[in-house]
């Protein structure tokens, strides 16, 4: 773990792939640095090479010096800081746990998750499983939380292990990892000298303190689930290829690194000879120049790793390079040939028996890349391909025949049960959205959580809506749909809300994504948060070109919650779980047509409720056109002015602050009107009225000339909508 601080407040934009994220740093206070004083909030802690590469980015920007190093063992020597458990030949998982275990409770984070690849996530997941089990015999309440360096990708994958509590992107703050009882470090664990010794399952367990041992064959298989959406999604265009009995092979030659990749000119050579010497047609996920009546390419279905996963769990069998695919196809019992190139891939697949494995170059006495699993040396890359060039057509068909024919048992690693079946209304107001209404009912349809009724109220389309969402009720009776004129998103939420059964409502815009897992974890949520009556989460923006992976911050506490949605309102519609009778208590959705959707509902409900954030992403929210503020924008922001000024204006303000004296009522009132300026929609009427209420603490010049100019601002905002 590498601890540091930042003597500035750090905001920058990273990009991985077409996925945007943000890195936000605080800079520690002026008076800390001059006393060498400290705070958790202010000390970051992420893996020695991220730090680097923070540090490297910051420095290419002209930012030099602005993080500072704190030595871990100043951190960790704390009797604060939770005990690292983590750690080969580190004693047994109960010696490691000590005193804890006569507790109830214990929680637990997994610093780097399992590094920045599928196949190390898969198995570092089936880790964590058995962690999970061996941990129910001593608590009652077991909480896993993994905390990963850049790999957003790799989110949805931990989500929907629910021996995983919650993601979390590094860096952290020290004050988020001190709420744990333990942390595992797993911060540069593929360079251990450990892993060459041992498959990866038996490292991670080792690490985790079970005894590699004590754990069967059988139990090290992985377990993986297919993502229904993904299912959903392709589903009929799988169907076909496999008619009238036709046997499907996965032919998957690409992997992360090109001394394990199968070259394109063998590629081509192995499935001739696979369609010569088989009745198979070979399916391929990757495109490969080669034309044939049995190649089929398919690789524009596998839009995302669930659709891949989907994709192996459909064919008959795999040849495939040292990647993924063979930690996926064992856990369906697929048979599988790997083409290995490294003593790592064979050693992974050990568990694994319907892999069977040839490694390319085992026999020979020198061979320089045996134990390179990540080299980039173009010697050893041109070792691999000579290595290639030598494997016979003839001995992947043997290895091929030999795995088909054997008798291949079903993975016991079935899937955990849920935690709760209670009924959940999904609410789907839609308008003319023939575009975008069968993905986002897909996406609802595809849960895991299964006991759902899914609500779409078409609010006067005069397209297709109908259609595509009645033939989609005849595949799923869950789906009931209601026509109403059209009279506003709001009205048709209300409407739905009105209609629904379930106890809780979960909404989503009809041009807006679930993630599979998205009913599931808010529902756990509220469900074990009984005084939490709304939960909303982060989101993930796609513009049609990249995906924006938006944070949301902290949820404060009250009454401190009440101004912060005043300065940065953080809540998408579609990320939002509400308990359904406390929805209709505050007057469910402004039905003015004006409404910016839930800004006005959700200062009403945290008036009477309380409210809570999930730092994880739970939908995908389509951002249409540009950002420039247009005439119906200004009539946006009059109304969000307008539903601001009313709460504002009912808050007894010195009740609700009583805890800050006049003085700090007052600057505190004043940063806030200050940063809700700034918004990309002022708040102008709700700014006077707070800066009025300053004034009766407090006369200022400043703040008078502040106040007028507001009010002409006021004057021309108004007549802009008009």
Same mark, same amino acid.
């Given at each position: 773990?590498?601890?540091?601080?930042?003597?500035?407040?750090?905001?920058?934009?990273?990009?991985?792939?077409?996925?945007?994220?943000?890195?936000?740093?605080?800079?520690?206070?002026?008076?800390?640095?001059?006393?060498?004083?400290?705070?958790?909030?202010?000390?970051?802690?992420?893996?020695?090479?991220?730090?680097?590469?923070?540090?490297? #980015? *910051?420095?290419?920007?002209?930012?030099?010096?602005?993080?500072?190093?704190?030595?871990?063992?100043?951190?960790?020597?704390?009797?604060?800081?939770?005990?690292?458990?983590?750690?080969?030949?580190?004693?047994?998982? !109960?010696?490691?746990?000590?005193?804890?275990?006569?507790?109830?409770?214990?929680?637990?984070?997994?610093?780097?998750?399992?590094?920045?690849? +599928?196949?190390?996530?898969?198995?570092?997941?089936?880790?964590?499983?058995?962690?999970?089990?061996?941990?129910?015999?001593?608590?009652?309440?077991?909480?896993?939380?993994?905390?990963?360096?850049?790999?957003?990708?790799?989110?949805?994958?931990?989500?929907?292990?629910?021996? @995983?509590?919650?993601?979390?992107?590094?860096?952290?703050?020290?004050?988020?990892?001190?709420?744990?009882?333990?942390?595992?470090?797993?911060?540069?664990?593929?360079?251990?000298?450990?892993?060459?010794?041992?498959?990866?399952? %038996?490292?991670?367990? !080792?690490?985790?303190?079970?005894?590699?041992?004590?754990?069967?064959?059988?139990?090290?298989?992985?377990?993986?689930?297919?993502?229904?959406?993904?299912?959903? %999604?392709?589903?009929?265009?799988?169907?076909?290829?496999?008619?009238?009995?036709?046997?499907?092979?996965?032919?998957?030659?690409?992997?992360?690194?090109?001394?394990?990749?199968?070259?394109?000119?063998?590629?081509?050579?192995?499935?001739?000879?696979?369609?010569? =010497?088989?009745?198979?047609?070979?399916?391929?996920?990757?495109?490969?120049?080669?034309? /044939?009546?049995?190649?089929?390419?398919?690789? /524009? *279905?596998?839009?995302?790793?669930? /659709? +891949?996963?989907?994709?192996?769990?459909?064919?008959?069998?795999?040849?495939?390079?040292?990647?993924?695919?063979?930690?996926?196809?064992?856990?369906?019992?697929?048979?599988?040939?790997?083409?290995?190139?490294?003593?790592?891939?064979?050693?992974?697949?050990?568990?694994?028996?319907?892999?069977?494995?040839?490694?390319?170059?085992?026999?020979?006495?020198?061979?320089?890349?045996?134990?390179? /699993?990540?080299?980039?040396?173009?010697? #050893?890359?041109?070792?691999?391909?000579?290595?290639?060039?030598?494997?016979?057509?003839?001995?992947?068909?043997?290895?091929?025949?030999?795995?088909?024919?054997?008798?291949?048992?079903?993975?016991?690693?079935?899937?955990?049960?849920?935690?709760?079946? !209670?009924?959940?209304?999904? @609410?789907?107001?839609?308008?003319?959205?023939?575009?975008?209404?069968?993905?986002?009912?897909?996406?609802?349809?595809?849960?895991?959580?299964? =006991?759902?009724?899914?609500?779409?109220?078409?609010?006067?389309?005069? %397209?297709?809506?109908?259609?595509?969402?009645?033939?989609?009720?005849?595949?799923?009776?869950?789906?009931?749909?209601?026509?109403?004129?059209?009279?506003?998103?709001?009205?048709?939420?209300?409407?739905?809300?009105?209609?629904?059964?379930?106890?809780?409502?979960?909404?989503?815009?009809?041009?807006?994504?679930?993630?599979? +897992?998205?009913?599931?974890?808010?529902?756990?949520?509220?469900?074990?948060?009984?005084?939490?009556?709304?939960?909303?989460?982060?989101?993930?923006?796609?513009?049609?070109?990249?995906?924006?992976?938006?944070?949301?911050?902290?949820?404060?506490?009250?009454?401190? *919650?009440?101004?912060?949605?005043?300065?940065?309102?953080?809540?998408?519609?579609?990320?939002?779980?509400?308990?359904?009778?406390?929805?209709?208590?505050?007057?469910?959705? #402004?039905?003015?047509?004006?409404?910016?959707?839930?800004?006005?509902?959700?200062?009403?409900?945290?008036?009477?409720?309380?409210?809570?954030?999930?730092?994880?992403?739970?939908?995908?929210?389509?951002?249409?056109?540009?950002?420039?503020?247009?005439? %119906?924008?200004?009539?946006?922001?009059?109304?969000?002015?307008?539903?601001?000024?009313?709460?504002?204006?009912?808050?007894?303000?010195?009740?609700?602050?009583?805890?800050?004296?006049?003085?700090?009522?007052?600057?505190?009132?004043?940063?806030?009107?200050?940063?809700? *300026?700034?918004?990309?929609?002022?708040?102008?009427?709700?700014?006077?009225?707070?800066?009025?209420?300053?004034?009766?603490?407090?006369?200022?010049?400043?703040?008078?000339?502040?106040?007028?100019?507001?009010? !002409?601002?006021?004057?021309?905002?108004?007549?802009?909508?008009?």
């Amino acid at each position: 773990m590498q601890f540091f601080i930042a003597s500035k407040n750090v905001y920058m934009k990273k990009k991985l792939g077409n996925i945007i994220y943000d890195i936000n740093l605080r800079g520690i206070p002026k008076e800390y640095l001059e006393s060498g004083r400290t705070s958790p909030n202010y000390i970051y802690v992420t893996t020695e090479a991220h730090f680097r590469e923070i540090q490297s #980015d *910051l420095e290419s920007q002209d930012y030099k010096n602005v993080l500072g190093v704190i030595q871990e063992e100043q951190i960790v020597s704390n009797p604060l800081f939770p005990k690292n458990i983590g750690g080969v030949w580190k004693g047994s998982l !109960e010696e490691r746990l000590g005193e804890k275990i006569k507790s109830e409770k214990v929680s637990i984070a997994i610093i780097n998750g399992f590094g920045t690849a +599928f196949g190390d996530s898969i198995v570092g997941l089936r880790a964590t499983e058995i962690l999970y089990e061996r941990l129910k015999n001593w608590f009652k309440e077991i909480k896993i939380d993994l905390f990963n360096r850049v790999k957003v990708r790799n989110f949805n994958l931990y989500l929907r292990n629910r021996a @995983v509590s919650n993601f979390h992107m590094l860096p952290t703050t020290l004050e988020k990892l001190l709420e744990y009882d333990f942390v595992i470090d797993l911060g540069g664990y593929i360079k251990k000298p450990e892993l060459d010794k041992m498959s990866m399952i %038996d490292f991670f367990l !080792e690490y985790m303190g079970i005894d590699k041992d004590s754990i069967s064959p059988e139990e090290k298989r992985n377990r993986i689930e297919i993502d229904e959406i993904a299912r959903l %999604d392709i589903e009929e265009d799988i169907n076909p290829l496999k008619k009238d009995g036709n046997k499907l092979l996965l032919f998957h030659p690409l992997t992360s690194t090109q001394i394990r990749t199968i070259p394109e000119n063998k590629s081509i050579e192995l499935i001739k000879s696979i369609i010569d =010497n088989t009745d198979y047609t070979v399916v391929t996920a990757v495109p490969i120049n080669f034309e /044939h009546e049995r190649f089929k390419n398919i690789s /524009h *279905l596998s839009k995302t790793f669930e /659709h +891949f996963i989907y994709i192996i769990s459909q064919v008959d069998a795999v040849i495939t390079a040292g990647t993924v695919t063979y930690h996926i196809a064992d856990s369906f019992s697929i048979p599988t040939v790997l083409l290995a190139t490294v003593k790592h891939d064979k050693s992974n697949a050990r568990y694994y028996p319907s892999v069977k494995t040839v490694l390319l170059g085992e026999d020979l006495k020198n061979n320089p890349i045996i134990n390179k /699993h990540k080299s980039l040396d173009e010697k #050893d890359i041109e070792f691999a391909n000579l290595l290639w060039k030598a494997l016979k057509p003839e001995t992947v068909i043997n290895a091929l025949n030999e795995v088909t024919k054997k008798e291949i048992p079903e993975n016991i690693n079935v899937s955990i049960k849920p935690r709760y079946n !209670e009924l959940v209304s999904i @609410v789907i107001p839609t308008y003319n959205r023939e575009k975008y209404i069968k993905e986002a009912l897909i996406t609802a349809m595809g849960q895991t959580h299964k =006991n759902l009724e899914i609500i779409v109220v078409d609010d006067g389309s005069t %397209d297709n809506t109908k259609e595509i969402v009645e033939e989609l009720a005849r595949k799923d009776s869950r789906i009931q749909y209601i026509y109403q004129e059209n009279s506003g998103a709001d009205s048709a939420r209300n409407t739905g809300i009105k209609k629904a059964s379930g106890r809780f409502i979960k909404l989503l815009d009809s041009d807006d994504l679930l993630f599979s +897992f998205t009913v599931e974890r808010e529902l756990n949520f509220l469900m074990e948060n009984s005084d939490k009556k709304l939960v909303y989460t982060d989101v993930v923006l796609h513009d049609g070109k990249v995906f924006y992976y938006r944070i949301i911050p902290k949820t404060p506490k009250k009454p401190e *919650l009440f101004f912060s949605f005043l300065i940065s309102y953080p809540v998408i519609t579609s990320t939002v779980m509400a308990d359904r009778e406390a929805l209709i208590d505050v007057g469910m959705f #402004d039905e003015t047509g004006e409404s910016p959707e839930d800004y006005g509902l959700l200062l009403r409900f945290m008036k009477k409720y309380e409210i809570a954030s999930l730092n994880v992403p739970s939908a995908i929210y389509r951002k249409h056109g540009g950002m420039q503020i247009t005439k %119906d924008d200004k009539r946006v922001q009059n109304y969000m002015d307008r539903a601001a000024y009313k709460f504002v204006s009912e808050l007894d303000i010195e009740k609700t602050f009583s805890h800050l004296n006049k003085k700090q009522l007052e600057a505190y009132i004043d940063s806030v009107v200050s940063q809700i *300026l700034k918004r990309r929609k002022p708040l102008i009427k709700t700014s006077i009225y707070l800066l009025e209420f300053n004034q009766k603490l407090n006369y200022s010049e400043k703040r008078e000339k502040l106040i007028e100019q507001l009010k !002409e601002k006021l004057g021309e905002e108004v007549k802009a909508t008009e």
